[in-house]
């Protein structure tokens, strides 16, 4: 097979979030310990980094990694979803695992895990294990995909956990209550393992320190510690000044990542590093190595997906902000962009709450309802008839792109066109865009 026929396999022959929804999750951990088992145990070649969270826990990662990478270290990366290419969960140095490492993967191993019938997702991080140990990784970043306690990532025993925050999501598998879906994400922390609480709120703190006491792990929460404030914006970077409870600790600290809600991240980040430095002094990440990745999230890491600025005139934003909770973070902001009309491209998959989601939305906007193109898309019919009913006027349209070139056809340059509501809409439309560059 060569690499699009390995990626089509993948796709279509491994139970898949994407498609299938929570079949696709299983709800232990034996298939990856087999799969670790089969592969030698390459999770434990490299020490590693932790993240979990509701929102926030991929941009975490990203400016985990791009702050270690400053500081000299070769990294691993370890994300989901992708956006275009599915080498964008696998990353070294910024740089996507090869295809030819993707191919031989799969061949080599693809016969022997029929018999413990793995996920798209547990083979995947397999493959993340293996070619980190293999490129002989100073250190990875793990991203969590759903919860934490049997999410397939919660093999590894890390240097340091990160929890972002709490908000409701995928309620189904994790609860449907703060406190139900903080005990599955708590499931990270491991014993003895520091762990840093991005935001300390009241439903969930409980949880946390009772999980922390019961591993003996220390536990920090960056909100209860650290003032990050804004003192410079622009499209391409923020100017950051920080404080902690000890005094004021960084100044002029410029970030590369715009969206309004990095800030909470960037402080997650720091705290993050702060306690780094106590626990692990023979391994200090100076200030200056600090600044400097927080400077460079984009370029060293090759992030993409979140508050990308495609176009000025109009302006054209996209974020892959999904949630109600991941909304309220991002939908000020774009709201304060100044513009004459606001177009709306949006489109969601089947199990958000929408009605909550687009009630934050301005009744004064253009909609242009769209689908992603997964199984799991809510058709655009539906969002339109939910957008409707809350007073949202708009038309369907069959795909991101048909309906982004509606918007930009409709749009004045002193107009501001949105893509978002999924990240599948994000990847649909920067796939598009991508496409018709070339």
């Given at each position: ?10 796709f279509s ?21 087999l ?9 434990t ?28 270290k ?16 696998i ?25 413990i ?13 293996d ?7 100073d250190?990875?970043?793990?991203e ?11 093999i ?13 999501d ?6 449907n209550?703060?406190?139900e ?6 499931g ?17 703190a409980p ?11 220390p ?31 960084l100044k ?8 309004p809600y990095q ?11 702060y306690r780094?430095n ?9 200030d200056?190595?600090i ?14 997906g ?14 892959a ?7 309220i ?17 949006l ?7 929408i009605?909550n989601?687009l ?6 906007g253009r909609?242009?309802?769209?689908a ?11 969002v ?5 009913d ?13 309906a ?13 066109v ?7 809409v ?13």
């Amino acid at each position: 097979m060569d690499y699009r026929q390995t990626i089509d396999f993948l796709f279509s022959s491994l139970p898949m979030f994407q498609r299938v929804g929570d079949a696709a999750i299983k709800k232990d951990l034996t298939n990856i310990r087999l799969l670790c088992d089969l592969l030698g145990q390459p999770q434990t070649a490299f020490p590693t980094v932790h993240i979990a969270g509701t929102n926030g826990k991929g941009s975490t990662s990203h400016m985990i990694a791009s702050v270690l990478q400053a500081s000299g270290k070769k990294v691993g990366l370890y994300t989901s979803p992708h956006y275009i290419d599915f080498r964008e969960r696998i990353k070294v140095n910024g740089e996507m695992i090869p295809e030819k490492n993707v191919v031989k993967f799969v061949k080599e191993y693809k016969e022997k895990w029929i018999a413990i019938q793995p996920s798209f997702f547990e083979i995947t991080l397999a493959m993340a294990f293996d070619f980190f140990r293999n490129e002989k990784i100073d250190i990875a970043v793990i991203e969590t995909g759903l919860g934490g306690r049997l999410d397939s990532t919660n093999i590894i025993t890390p240097l340091i956990s990160v929890i972002t925050n709490i908000g409701f999501d995928h309620m189904k598998m994790l609860g449907n209550t703060l406190p139900e879906i903080a005990f599955e994400k708590a499931g990270i922390i491991k014993h003895d393992v520091p762990v840093i609480i991005g935001e300390w709120q009241r439903d969930t703190a409980p949880v946390f320190k009772n999980k922390a006491l019961k591993e003996n792990a220390p536990i920090h929460f960056a909100s209860k510690h650290l003032v990050v404030e804004q003192t410079q914006k622009s499209f391409s970077k923020q100017m950051l000044n920080v404080r902690s409870r000890e005094g004021a600790w960084l100044k002029d600290v410029a970030t590369d990542l715009t969206g309004p809600y990095q800030l909470k991240n960037v402080r997650t980040v720091l705290e993050c590093f702060y306690r780094w430095n106590q626990y692990y002094p023979i391994m200090t990440i100076t200030d200056r190595e600090i600044k400097r990745g927080l400077a460079t999230v984009k370029t060293s890491t090759n992030m993409i997906g979140r508050w990308m600025v495609i176009q000025q005139k109009p302006l054209v934003i996209t974020d892959a902000a999904h949630n109600h909770h991941g909304m309220i973070a991002m939908l000020p902001d774009l709201l304060k962009q100044p513009s004459q009309t606001r177009h709306f491209v949006l489109g969601f998959v089947s199990d958000k709450d929408i009605v909550n989601i687009l009630a934050l939305f301005p009744k004064n906007g253009r909609y242009y309802w769209c689908a992603p193109d997964i199984p799991r898309a809510k058709p655009a019919g539906e969002v339109a008839s939910t957008g409707l009913d809350l007073g949202l006027q708009g038309g369907t349209y069959k795909g991101v792109m048909e309906a982004y070139h509606q918007a930009l056809k409709a749009a004045d340059k002193a107009d501001l066109v949105f893509v978002g509501g999924s990240s599948y809409v994000v990847g649909d439309f920067l796939a598009g865009i991508s496409k018709e560059m070339k």
